[in-house]
């Protein structure tokens, strides 16, 4: 029977060089058997000050904690790491690759609820998990999850963000099940995690709130402009070289 790791990382930073300073996780055995990581954990790279408008932790908070090697999850999500396995994450590029800087090599199957959110709700104006956690009405039901589980609730701290995570989680699995009846739905999140997305409308820039065939029409130099001097995500580069061809 497949087991679901669902887990978040708060680093010091978004650049190459930094390093996790929490994790949390639920590990899904089943609905009766759930495990728990909320786990500090020191780094010598130091935590950037907009890291910490973040998250909140700041060096003292990390400085006698274990490293991340040092931590029960690491070893546990090694213990796990097979193909009939799943990793969940939102934005599971970026925490994978924190993973990997600990010398983690993947063979777990990945569900990205970011990619899948993108796919099931392509009307939605943004994709980010607390924008979901309201638009979504997740809100209504986390207190009560948390409750049962003894977790505490806020914003951008690891254990919080994946309580939110797995109500998220549950909610795109109804969509699946209504998008494509008659496939297993994890299985079928898998499949979107690994499909880059056909955006609709700008997210940032001058066209922000555009639908963006539209103004491929009216402005294809900008988005030749776009392609070739912004820092972009798969799913906008994906789409931009679409209309271009």
Not at 116 to 126: I, T
Request: contains cysteine; charged residues 25%.
């Amino acid at each position: 029977m497949a087991v679901y790791v669902l887990f978040d990382t708060e680093t010091t930073g978004n650049q190459e060089q930094d390093r996790i300073i929490q994790i949390g996780a639920m590990i899904v055995h089943s609905k009766e058997n759930i495990e728990l990581f909320d786990e500090l954990c020191s780094t010598s790279e130091p935590i950037k000050i907009e890291a910490m408008e973040v998250h909140n932790i700041t060096p003292d908070v990390i400085e006698n904690q274990p490293t991340y090697a040092e931590t029960a999850f690491a070893k546990k999500v090694v213990e796990l790491n097979q193909k009939e396995n799943y990793l969940i994450a939102h934005n599971i590029n970026f925490d994978l690759g924190m993973l990997e800087k600990e010398g983690f090599t993947n063979n777990y199957t990945l569900i990205d609820t970011v990619r899948c959110a993108k796919h099931l709700l392509p009307d939605s104006p943004y994709h980010r998990l607390q924008y979901l956690r309201y638009s979504l009405e997740l809100y209504k039901t986390e207190q009560a999850e948390a409750h049962k589980m003894g977790i505490t609730i806020k914003a951008h701290d690891a254990i919080g963000d994946v309580l939110v995570m797995k109500l998220l989680l549950s909610k795109l699995v109804q969509l699946t099940q209504t998008q494509f009846p008659g496939v297993n739905p994890m299985q079928k999140m898998a499949e979107l995690t690994q499909t880059p997305v056909l955006m609709k409308t700008f997210k940032f820039g001058k066209y922000k709130g555009r639908d963006i065939e539209e103004v491929s029409h009216e402005d294809i130099g900008y988005i030749k402009w776009m392609r070739n001097n912004l820092d972009l995500d798969e799913d906008m580069a994906f789409t931009l070289d679409s209309y271009l061809g």
